[in-house]
Each structure stands twice: as structure tokens, then as C-alpha cells.
């Protein structure tokens, strides 16, 4: 595998479940990112991790809570979604945070809440 | 505050014909700026970046894009587009302070190309 991988790259699940997304990068950095893609909206930046410690939360609700055991994961773990919450879920790394590190993205996980 | 405006959020243009997308910013720092592009289904793909040195910058697939400070715009250019351009477009803005991975993205431009 090479660049970010992301699982699942399709999810469907109800308001009361819980699921997780995984995301992987192969590329040794040491920042990764969790974005939000909807429809006719500008992607939103969620969390920042900068060598494992959480650097941004961009006012992201208590719903979906982000880990990173390590540089190389990151996951989003999901609870009690509302439909408005279905979206692209794009996972993103760079060598370190801000500035001019340019960031390298995944393919993204399109969750769909019913 | 850094923000990003991209002028259009449809391009249609003729294959061969120039491509010319619209970005503006502002930032309250020197800039950091990058143009991605994002094919259906798929993540989003750097096509360039300024990072204050030259500031015509060259990019993957023939692009360009030129930052003038003056104007602050950095527009992304191709002289001539071929079919396979057909894409979402996303302008972006990452300030030289200290905002952790704070990377602000335009709300995309979508580029139409025509045989």
C-alpha cells in the first residue's frame, strides 16, 4: 500500500449505531487530519493530530471522536449520527502541521446516516 | 482570519481552449497557497503550491498558477485543456503563523471541458 488509505470506503448506518473509520498513511509524516466534504459546502476542517497530540478541534460535535494511536493511524469513531452528519469523510497527512507542508489525501469514506 | 474565494463554481470550456480558475485570499500573514484538484470518487490531489519563492508557480499536468500580492489572488492557469482536465477544482490558503494544519479551502470550482 502506498499514500492514505481509507476503510470503509462506503458506509451506510442508523442513527443509534456506532461504527469507525480507519485511515493509514504510508509516507512516514507526522500530521494527519480528519476533513468533512459535503455537498455545496467548502471542506471543513475537523481535527488536527501533530505527532500524536490533538492540535485543532474545529468546533467538531461530541459525536464523532477522533484517535490517533500512532503517526501512522487515525481513526474517527462515530455515535448517534444525525443524517445531516452524511457526508465525505477525507482523511488527510502531511509531514508536519501548517505552513507550507502540502497535505496528501485519501480517498475518503462516503458515509451515508438514515 | 485566512479566507479563500473562488470566482465561479462552474468553468465550462472547449478542449484546447485556455483554462483560467479564479482564486482569492486573504490572510493577515504571508500566505501559504495551494490549488488541488479531486476527480469523482476519489481523494483530492495537489496540482501546486507557493511557498514565497518564485511566484509563477508550475504544477502537474501542465498547470500553472501566479501569485500577485498586489491583487491578492494566486488564478490557475492552462494554456490549452484536454478532456481528462474535467475535474473539481479547490483553491487553498495555509498562513505562515502558527495555526496548526489550519489549511482553508475555497468552495471548489467544477471544470467542464467540451470535445
Known amino acids: 500500500e502506498t499514500g492514505v488509505t481509507q476503510t470503509p470506503r462506503h458506509l451506510v448506518m442508523g442513527m443509534t449505531n456506532k461504527k469507525s473509520l480507519k485511515c493509514e498513511q504510508h509516507l512516514g509524516h507526522n500530521a494527519m487530519y480528519w476533513y468533512k466534504q459535503s455537498a455545496k459546502k467548502p471542506l471543513e476542517l475537523m481535527f488536527v493530530y501533530n505527532f500524536k497530540e490533538q492540535t485543532e478541534n474545529n468546533s467538531v460535535p461530541s459525536r464523532f471522536s477522533p484517535e490517533c494511536p500512532n503517526s501512522s493511524h487515525l481513526f474517527l469513531h462515530l455515535h448517534t449520527l444525525q443524517p445531516e452528519d452524511s457526508a465525505l469523510y477525507l482523511c488527510?497527512?502531511?509531514?508536519?502541521?501548517?505552513?507550507?507542508?502540502?497535505?496528501?489525501f485519501g480517498p475518503g469514506t462516503r458515509l451515508t446516516v438514515l | 482570519a485566512q479566507s479563500v474565494t473562488q470566482l465561479g463554481s462552474h468553468v465550462s470550456v472547449s478542449e484546447g481552449a485556455l483554462v483560467l480558475l479564479r482564486c482569492n485570499y486573504s490572510s493577515s500573514v504571508p500566505p501559504y497557497l495551494f490549488w488541488y484538484v479531486q476527480y469523482p470518487n476519489q481523494g483530492l490531489q495537489l496540482l501546486l503550491k507557493y511557498t514565497s519563492a518564485a511566484t509563477l508557480v508550475k504544477g502537474i499536468n501542465g498547470f500553472e498558477a501566479e501569485f500577485k500580492k498586489s491583487e491578492t489572488s494566486f488564478h490557475l492557469t492552462k494554456p490549452s485543456a484536454h478532456m481528462s482536465d474535467a475535474a473539481e477544482y479547490f483553491c487553498?490558503?495555509?498562513?505562515?503563523?502558527?495555526?496548526?494544519?489550519?489549511?482553508?479551502f475555497g468552495q471548489g470550482t467544477i471544470l467542464t471541458v467540451h470535445p
Open positions: 487553498a490558503v495555509s498562513d505562515s503563523g502558527t495555526s496548526y494544519g489550519k489549511l482553508t
Open positions: 488527510a497527512s502531511s509531514h508536519q502541521a501548517g505552513g507550507p507542508n502540502e497535505q496528501f
